[in-house]
């Protein structure tokens, strides 16, 4: 497909997770590089390792500069990108991004800046490793399960869930909440201020989407760190589910793909623990 990533969605994530796991089990195929808008980049990443059933490296490449510019940073990013994809060093590590002579693991990497190269970053965690001289140099790995590991099959679904993403403010009010649950959403992700905290305002609407079978999840509006469980809200009373990690368009990917498992909110929270 040729989008901008800004124009990324669900019916397009199943067909490349398809077509990725189609490829990968070629036995000629020892590596995949997808060229991608950076602007969703790390959706589509998360996403792939979650459903890649493969070890094989899968490696998302964006470039910053369009063509035209002056030191464009694409074909460095796509001649990396390849070299990378068909490295031993990247096997078994999980969808891969990079750009910028760097090397993000696909659950971790953000977007942290509009404009500049070095745009790509997995906060405070760190990234994994460089790309230098044409070679990969790793440093570190995540410790959370991803690809062959999850228990996300996609190869048979042709829709994934509606899960819809709230975000928090002062003054905030439930209105785009309750329109959502409205409109069928199967989950919500909460992107609360500070460590997931919920404003007073939208606290009965989510309870009473809770209650509804609507499953919500907590996450944060700040982009680093975690938010835990029964830290700013009784998460054990009112049955909700906290993100850990995860920001709140990496947590909506996971949700959708645990809904099409289970809605057991107990098995849920796992695997927000585990991928
Ligand atoms: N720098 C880019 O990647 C182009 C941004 C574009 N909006 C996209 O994500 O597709």
New binding site residues.
Partial sequence: MQI???NMNNDAWLKLGKRVNTLLAQSDVDGIVITH????IEETAYFLDLVVKSKKPVVIV???RPSTAISADGPINLYNAVLLAGSKEAIGKGVLVTLNDQINAGREVTKTNTSTLDTFKTPELGFLGYIQGSKPYFYRQSTRKNTVDTPFDIMNLDKLPQVDIVYGYANMNPIALNAFVAAGAQGIIHAGVGDGSLNNTVVPSLTEARKKGVVIVRSSRVGQGIVARNGEADDDKLDFVVSDTLNAQKARILLMLALTKTTDTKEIQKMFWEY
């Fill in positions: 901008a990533s800004e808008g950076t602007d969703t964006g470039a910053m």
